[in-house]
């Protein structure tokens, strides 16, 4: 204790300077024995400065690291060196989350007699943290289902349906096709089938480097919806390396037409509009026949 004579000489001015400080700051002997706590250290577990002194740190101040190998203030004086972290201190029923500083006290011939501890509450800056981590989570979140309906938008204009003649409707792929890709493009098929009652959708994959089984299926399945919907379809651009894939995967086509050409199919469907209104025309003339000859004169 002889020790911290000088410093007892000045107590008074110390203490004024201590007590200026909002974050809690006390002083131990190398028995772990509060020399000296300021108003805010002893405030932050009930108590006033007076009921802290000649009482051991760890009795007032609760942690997981008290009487521990790991005690902050033991880490200090026997390593001659600031030890700093975090903690959760104890007071009651409530946790304090704190950061704690501590370093090595020593006296005029620079011996380490006792700890110097500094610790400030830090419960606003973790829920500071954590509201901001979960504006970061938002925005992110926000972020990758923006960057998804984008590559949606992209996917849509990637996959035009076009109409390029009375009831023929027409969807050129270019570029790689895959399952997400393919899923898109046949429910745009669908959809413009519904609004235009379309009697044929010309599907040219001539831009398609490659086709898997599950795209081949995908197009075979969007072909029988369309002949439930009145609508029949043709393939074309098949190269050879999609007609070996699609033989070997057996899938069967027989509900697509191909074709070579994109003109090729246009003409023939073509064809078979013109070949329709002509036998539409030679029944409606039969009706109008019969329905004369009834009549009376």
């Known amino acids: 204790m002889e020790d911290f004579a000088e410093v007892y000489q000045d107590e008074g001015f110390l203490s004024e300077i201590i007590n200026a400080i909002t974050s809690g700051i006390f002083v131990t002997d190398l028995e772990h024995n509060i020399l000296m706590i300021n108003k805010a250290g002893a405030k932050m577990v009930g108590k006033t400065c007076g009921e802290c002194f000649d009482q051991q740190c ?47 006290l020593r006296n005029h011939a ?27 989570e938002k925005l992110l979140k926000k972020r990758e289902e923006d960057i998804r309906h984008l590559q949606d938008e992209i996917l849509e204009l990637s996959t035009p349906v076009i109409e390029v003649w009375e009831s023929v409707l027409t969807l ?18 669908l959809e413009a089938i519904e609004q235009s ?20 299926r995908h197009i075979l399945m969007t072909a029988a919806a369309a002949r439930l919907m009145g609508s029949e379809t043709l393939l074309t651009g098949v190269g050879p ?21 994109m003109t090729d199919a246009l003409q023939y469907a073509i064809a078979r509009l013109e070949e329709r209104k002509s036998r539409l025309g030679k029944v409606s003339g039969l009706i109008e026949s019969g329905t004369s000859e009834k009549l009376p004169d």
């Open 110 to 136: 620079g011996e380490i007699i006792g700890c110097v501890e500094h610790f400030i509450n830090i419960s606003e800056r973790l829920e500071t943290d954590r509201i901001i981590m979960e504006q970061k």
């Open 241 to 261: 390396h999609i007609a070996r894939v699609i033989s070997e995967s057996g899938v069967s086509l027989e509900n697509i037409i191909l074709r070579g050409r």
């Open 172 to 189: 050129p792929l270019v570029g790689t096709l895959d399952s997400h890709r393919a899923h898109i493009a046949m429910e745009r098929v």
């Open 58 to 104: 760890y009795d007032i101040f609760d942690t997981p690291m008290c009487k521990t190998d790991s005690c902050t203030c033991l880490q200090a004086t026997s390593r001659n060196a600031e030890s700093h972290g975090e903690t959760t201190l104890h007071y009651g029923d409530v946790e304090i989350p704190i950061e704690y500083t501590s370093r090595p």
């Open 197 to 216: 009652r379309a009697a044929f959708i010309i599907i040219d994959i001539t831009g398609v480097p490659i086709v898997d089984a599950e795209v081949a």
